[in-house]
């Protein structure tokens, strides 16, 4: 394990499921933190993450939780945050910094903006590219972050010394860490994260409404399993995060629809070297970035 700088007295996680969970994991296995705090709405969740050494200890009012924190971690649904921010904003020390985890960036720099309004500074927007399709506590681990990406999207008010120390917290983690400006994150990911959970959903929705679909699922194998996994994600994270990039998720499926109408045509003409070609060239690119 590389050496690492980031260290914290007191880390407050709100919302201690699979991402908060794994990083309050991670910090633990290389000592980063005094203590890890945990906040959320279920106790019986908290106590949960109490019982499997995630958390130090818990707190039900997100107030008192983040009191004498010097790092605060939003880890919740993206349409949970700004309710969150204001429920946390009374407890806030002086000296804390504010970070996320959320999949869309431009909605939160923008609820954090409207509820820290002077406090935007110590906020850095951050999220991790990496995941699982189940949720909770539960299935945390220590390792999610290890060699994944995280992304980090400050803007023109972000505190520099707060940005340098969120970059650190996530090495601790494990994890690689970049920047890169919300609204191109927002786009980025549109691309390949959004729209990919998005035709899972779709596909399993529509099969499952086919009359034949206890065959379907019954002979169900390799390829179906492969591309429909994400459809067991959590579907009221992903209704939030379609929802919160609405814009570049739409762009993104237009372009989608005429790729889909186009190789519908093929098929319909029965014109095998169209279909072809477009196979070959998701083949050779797939092999290529993802090989
Ligand atoms: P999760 O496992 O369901 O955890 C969410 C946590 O937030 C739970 O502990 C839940 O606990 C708490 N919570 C939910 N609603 C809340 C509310 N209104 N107020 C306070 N706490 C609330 O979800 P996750 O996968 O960790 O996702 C959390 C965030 O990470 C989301 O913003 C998501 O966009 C982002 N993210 C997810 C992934 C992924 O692959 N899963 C990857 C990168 C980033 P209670 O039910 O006890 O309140």
Known sequence: MTTHSFSSKRLTIIGVGLIGGSLARALR????????????RDE???????????????EVDPAVAVSGADVVVLAVPLRAMATVLSQIAPGLAADVVIT????????????VRSVLAERFCDFVPGHPIAGTEKSGVEASFAELFDNRSVIL??????????????RTMWEAAGANVS??????????????????HLLAFSLVNTL????????????????????TRIASSDPVMWRDICMENRDALLEVLAHFNNGLKQLEEAVHDNDG???????????????RFCG
């Open 153 to 166: 999207t400050p803007v023109e008010e972000t505190d520099s010394n707060k940005c340098a120390r969120i």
């Open 100 to 111: 996320d985890v959320g999949s869309a960036k431009g909605c939160v720099v923008e609820a």
């Open 208 to 227: 499952a409404s086919l009359d034949e679909r206890k065959e379907i699922f019954d002979y169900a194998a390799g390829g179906f399993r492969d591309f």
């Open 273 to 287: 070297e169209a279909v072809l070609n477009v196979f070959t060239r998701a083949k050779v690119t797939r092999d």
């Open 179 to 196: 920047e890169m400006a919300a609204l191109h994150h927002d786009e980025v990911l549109a691309a390949t994260s959004h729209l990919p």
């Open 44 to 58: 019986a969740h908290l106590k949960r993450a109490v019982e499997l050494g995630v958390i130090d200890r818990y």
């Open 29 to 40: 296995r290389v000592n980063a933190c005094g203590e890890i705090v945990g906040c959320g």
